[in-house]
């Protein structure tokens, strides 16, 4: 190694040093420029660390409040949605007199709204109730919060439609497990799903099949007066029902009998 070689890299690295130095640092208002203009090109990514820069540059700056607005709207667009709520959480912890926050609640809801999707459910149709839906049910207190707190806010039909989305899928869901019970012959928890949903998901497609499961669940029990009134209910409410026979009695077509009941039990199922 030649002997000048060394000074020579330590006059190197003091002129970069010197260079970085006597760069101007951006101003606030030049730093969110870039920021939004990275949002403008989609450059979702890059606006995200922009805008968290920003944040440790200028925490109480003029611009703090519409960055942390930026940012959810950033992680969300990147599909990051862990990321979209906890930055909602924050931005309602440290403003919470915004007048955006609507659009916090919102975003948080949509989020949480969308956590569970995978890849398949954007290339086929699912049918989501047979899943965990811990997720759905934020997204749902999500929306209720923000139409209740703001119920003339711009995102709120889509957030009451949402809504109502959310709990249909969640009656599904009981149902879901209510058929699992009764295939297994377990008729009590059967029962108890089915009356869940009468009983808290009024005004949804599944109280339908909700009664004409209980109607079967307590004939199989031999109580006669429970399953008649569970009867008289679902033809009053829905006289056209598909679990309706001619003679206004109830049919099933997946309702086990008692001996493929105990079968299932005993055989998980696979026979």
């Known amino acids: 190694m030649p002997r000048f070689f060394w000074p020579l890299l330590g006059l190197l690295l003091l002129a970069g040093c010197a260079s970085n130095k006597d ?16 949002i403008e090109s989609k450059n979702y990514l890059t606006a995200i660390d922009q805008l968290k820069e920003l944040e440790v540059r ?9 960055s942390g607005l930026d940012l959810i709207y950033a992680y969300y667009m990147s599909v990051d949605y862990p990321a979209t709520v906890v930055a909602a959480q ?12 609507d659009y916090a609640l919102y975003m948080r809801g949509l989020a949480n709204f969308n956590m569970e999707k995978g890849l398949f459910d954007n290339m086929v149709s699912s049918d ?18 923000l139409v209740n707190r703001f119920p003339d806010s711009e995102y709120a039909p889509d957030a009451r439609s949402r809504m109502v989305h959310i709990r249909n899928q969640l ?25 869940y949903v009468v009983k808290h998901y009024q005004q ?18 031999e109580y006669p007066e429970l399953a008649e009134k ?40 696979l026979l």
């Open 230 to 269: 569970s009867r008289a209910v679902l033809a009053l409410s829905f006289p056209e029902s598909q679990y309706l026979d001619k003679e206004q009695q109830v049919d099933l077509a997946w309702w086990p009998d008692e001996d493929n009941g105990i079968l299932s039990l005993l055989t998980f199922d």
């Open 90 to 101: 924050r931005f309602e912890r440290n403003y919470p007199a915004n007048p955006r926050m």
């Open 128 to 145: 989501r109730s047979a899943r965990d839906m811990d997720a759905a049910k934020d997204a749902f207190r999500d929306f209720e919060r």
């Open 171 to 195: 009656a599904r869901q009981e149902l879901h497990v209510a058929r699992y019970y009764a295939r297994r012959g377990a008729i009590v928890a059967s029962i108890n799903r089915a009356q």
């Open 23 to 38: 760069a101007p640092e951006l101003t606030e208002a030049a730093q969110y420029r870039e920021a939004h203009d990275s």
């Open 58 to 66: 200028f925490p109480y700056g003029d611009y703090a409040e519409q």
């Open 204 to 221: 949804t497609p599944a109280v339908e099949e909700a009664l004409a499961i209980m109607t079967k669940g307590y004939q199989r029990l």
